[in-house]
């Protein structure tokens, strides 16, 4: 069974521009998590989307959004980039959206912002 | 809102000896517990979870945590460190109404002294 599967693996960009960030589901999970992990804040909870309705939302500004597709696959986007914005970003797969379900973490996209 | 601690952001111990990552959660009603472990450039892996159903909750690698609800404590430990043990540690919780979101803790690096 294939894993939670991040592209790309590694991006740079440059302050100002946007970016989209993919994460396929192990085939079966409908629910889609995403976290930022940096040195600083450590691992925050971005959104959470199932069956293509965002159904929790952490503390993050607007430009952070995302969407998952009907065959569960999500993007997230971040516009108008910041230095800040540098991160290793997390995304996570569940079978269901009931509180003690494991979740299973892709390897992540590092992103930088120069 | 939850949180938890991690005291130590930092272990080491000799190869062998035992391991002891401490948690604490914040919260009156007893939440969801996880420990996820971090190899470095990957995702995060479950390593326990803990439901209520038994508060001795053993994990893979040999390693096993106890729910204290009175210290509001999630320790992991193990009996004996491999080289293999070394990564950084997160404790984490969920809530009951709240989805998949999960709140970490700093983690902890444990480092391995052969």
């Known amino acids: 069974k294939a894993g939670v599967t991040q592209t790309p693996r590694y991006l740079i960009k440059t302050r100002g521009q946007q970016v989209t960030l993919s994460c396929s589901p192990i085939s079966g999970h409908r629910s889609v998590s995403w976290y930022q992990q940096t040195p600083g804040q450590g691992l925050q909870f971005l959104f959470e989307y199932f069956s293509e309705t965002q159904r929790n939302k952490g503390n993050f500004p607007g430009r952070f959004s995302g969407r998952q597709f009907s065959n569960s696959r999500s993007e997230m986007n971040v516009s108008t980039l910041e230095l800040g914005d540098s991160a290793l970003y997390l995304c996570a797969s569940s079978s269901q959206i009931i509180a003690n379900t494991e979740a299973f973490f892709g390897q992540g996209t590092r992103l930088t912002v120069v | 809102a939850q949180s938890v601690t991690q005291l130590g952001s930092h272990v080491s111990v000799s190869e062998g000896a035992l391991v002891l990552l401490r948690c604490n959660y914040s919260?009156?009603?007893?939440?969801?517990l996880f420990w996820y472990v971090q190899y470095p450039n990957q995702g995060l892996q479950l390593l326990l979870k803990y439901t209520s159903a038994a508060t001795l909750v053993k994990g893979i690698n040999g390693f096993e945590a106890e729910f204290k609800k009175s210290e509001t404590s999630f320790h992991l430990t193990k009996p004996s460190a491999h080289m293999s043990d070394a990564a950084e540690y997160f404790c984490a919780v969920s809530e009951v109404n709240a989805g998949n979101m999960l709140t970490f803790g700093g983690g902890t690096r444990l480092m391995v002294k052969p």
């Open positions: 919260s009156s009603v007893p939440p969801y």
